[in-house]
T-cell receptor, first 110, second 111 residues
Framework: RKEVEQDPGPFNVPEGATVAFNCTYS??????FFWYRQDCRKEPKLLMS???SGNEDGRFTAQLNRASQYISLLIRDSKLSDSATYLC???????????FGSGTRLLVRP | SAVISQKPSRDICQRGTSLTIQCQVD?????MFWYRQQPGQSLTLIAT?????????ESGFVIDKFPISRPNLTFSTLTVSNMSPEDSSIYLC????????FGQGTRLTVV
């Protein structure tokens, strides 16, 4: 079993749609959780951290369920510029070592 | 925040040769991380580079194949040795200062 598993995608949605990505992690002792965005041929960049209480940043909402070891990302009112690969990332301890999911590719069409 | 300058951005190399990738950070950091991203895959940690000590390698990666240098707190190199086509990948360095920052990546093709 992979340490961090994500929906494989690709998700192909029209502009304005709402889309949700899911992620599960295997280590119940994991401490920190993130969503990163990676554009084609670019390095990953932090989209948002994920907190137990859930957090929102504009059109993006992240949720964490520690009991189910489940993380989600919701994107509302999708834009063409949201097209990218979204990486679920988990930090298992305080060493700053990050475990990356395989990524979910999103394509937003006009 | 941290700004990382990574080079080369890409290279095409002959099998059996070696390539050294450099990362320069604009601030002092204790640990630097080297990742590999194979085509269509996510990032896999190769090793953690610590200043003043040997790098710590992840399972499946060995120092003879991926020697790392960390001469000071702002610089590190990763060498891909005795390359084969299977080493064709994107290599990324990273630091964590509150959040993870990445270099721009080195796209390596081995022919």
């Amino acid at each position: 079993r992979k340490e961090v598993e994500q929906d494989p995608g690709p998700f192909n949605v029209p502009e304005g749609a709402t889309v949700a990505f899911n992620c599960t992690y295997s280590n119940s002792a994991s401490q920190s959780f993130f969503w990163y965005r990676q554009d084609c041929r670019k390095e990953p960049k932090l989209l948002m951290s994920v907190y137990s209480s859930g957090n929102e940043d504009g059109r993006f909402t992240a949720q964490l369920n520690r009991a189910s070891q489940y993380i989600s990302l919701l994107i509302r009112d999708s834009k063409l510029s949201d097209s990218a690969t979204y990486l679920c990332v988990v930090n298992e301890d305080s060493s700053y070592k990050l475990i990356f999911g395989s990524g979910t590719r999103l394509l937003v069409r006009p | 925040s941290a700004v990382i300058s990574q080079k080369p951005s890409r290279d095409i190399c002959q099998r059996g040769t070696s390539l050294t990738i450099q990362c320069q950070v604009d601030s002092q950091v204790t640990m630097m991380f080297w990742y590999r991203q194979q085509p269509g895959q996510s990032l896999t940690l190769i090793a953690t580079a610590n200043q003043g000590s040997e790098a710590t390698y992840e399972s499946g990666f060995v120092i003879d194949k991926f020697p790392i240098s960390r001469p000071n707190l702002t610089f590190s190199t990763l060498t891909v040795s005795n390359m084969s086509p299977e080493d064709s990948s994107i290599y990324l360095c990273s630091v964590v200062t509150g959040k993870a920052f990445f270099g721009q990546g080195t796209r390596l093709t081995v022919v």
